[in-house]
Structures are given as C-alpha cells and as structure tokens.
C-alpha cells in the first residue's frame, strides 16, 4: 500500500513538473507573440503608393494596429499572472471596470 502512495506522489511531482516546464514553453512563446504584434504595430500605414489612398485601407490598417497593440497588452498581462503563479506569488486583484453614466456617477 505504502509503494503505490509513493510512485502516485512521484507521479504527480513529475506531471507537476511537466506543467511547469510546459507553461515556461507557453511564456517563451507569448514573448515571441508579442514581439510580433510589435513590428506589426511599427508597419508604416502610408508607405506612399497609389494603393495607399483608399480611406477603407487607410482605417483597416489602423484597426489592425490597434487589434496588435491590444493584443500584446493583453499577453503581457497573462504571461506576468502565469509567471507569478509559477513563483508563488499571490495574485494580483483586478480591479472590475464599471462603466457609468452621468447621472448613476454622481448618485451615491
């Protein structure tokens, strides 16, 4: 009885092991992803050709760069919760985002 505990202990160090060096993995990768979203946001829209008059092209691009930028903010965000769970630090609280109208700000 004692042996199966122990090799089911040890298993689970080694799965725990494997999600840990699996997650690094994961946050090696979020960093190349960002770094892509970063040269996609430093692409110049107008690089001065007849294709770039289109004012729908013009917005699309930009939507583009906005998408990436929000994008990468949103994976940096991620990777610093992961890496702090992976290092036992205690999560950060998230502070909820309440959109309100004139009037229900100013009542209390």
């Known amino acids: 009885m004692a042996s199966y505990y122990i090799e089911y202990t040890l298993n689970l160090l080694q799965l725990n092991m494997n999600i ?3 997650k690094k993995l994961i946050i090696q ?4 992803a960002v770094e892509e979203l970063i040269n996609v946001a430093k692409e110049k ?3 001065n050709t007849e294709d770039d008059v289109s004012a729908d092209r013009l917005k ?3 939507a583009t760069k906005k998408l990436a930028i929000f ?3 949103e994976i940096l965000n991620r990777i610093q ?3 702090n769970i992976l ?3 205690e999560p950060e609280e998230k502070k909820q ?3 309100k109208g004139f009037a229900e700000g100013r009542s209390k």
């Not at 990768?29 to 190349?32: D, I, N, P, S, V």
């Open 20 to 22: 840990k060096e699996t």
């Open 29 to 32: 990768a979020g960093h190349k």
């Open 45 to 47: 829209i107008i690089t």
């Open 60 to 62: 699309n691009a930009a």
């Open 71 to 73: 994008d990468a903010f």
């Open 81 to 83: 919760e992961e890496e």
């Open 87 to 89: 290092e036992g630090k």
């Open 97 to 99: 985002k309440v959109f």
